[in-house]
Nanobody
């Protein structure tokens, strides 16, 4: 089985920063892309950002300029650096990956809570 383990969530004041990490482990032939989603209570899960194996990135307009996604292919790990956090960034953040096992599958992490206080 392939697992994604997130870490780095917590409580931060508005204007502060957090770095989230997501490490993939298990039977992996390759990872095409990894990304971060978030879901606030009563809201739909939405894409925050993603990164492909060659380093191409994509960000939601709401976080563009405040977030940076990076990836360590050797460690099968993706990072989300969030700066200038706002209360509206409060949500459960989920890691997602498209992984060759060798079949292409989508795997989700358990989520990590990010709370931004005003």
């Amino acid at each position: 089985q392939v697992q994604l383990v997130e870490s780095g969530g917590g409580l931060v004041q508005a204007g502060g920063s957090l770095t989230l990490s997501c490490a993939a482990s298990g039977s992996i032939h390759g990872i095409n892309a990894m990304g971060w989603y978030r879901q606030a209570p009563g809201k739909q899960r939405e894409l925050v950002g993603s990164i492909t194996s060659d380093g191409s990135t994509n960000y939601a307009s709401s976080v563009k300029g405040r977030c940076t996604i990076s990836r360590d292919n050797a460690k099968n790990t993706v990072y989300l650096q969030m700066n200038s956090l706002k209360p509206e960034d409060t949500a459960v953040y989920y890691c997602n990956a498209f992984i060759w096992r060798p079949a292409l599958v989508t795997v989700w992490g358990q989520g990590t809570q990010v709370t931004v206080s005003s």
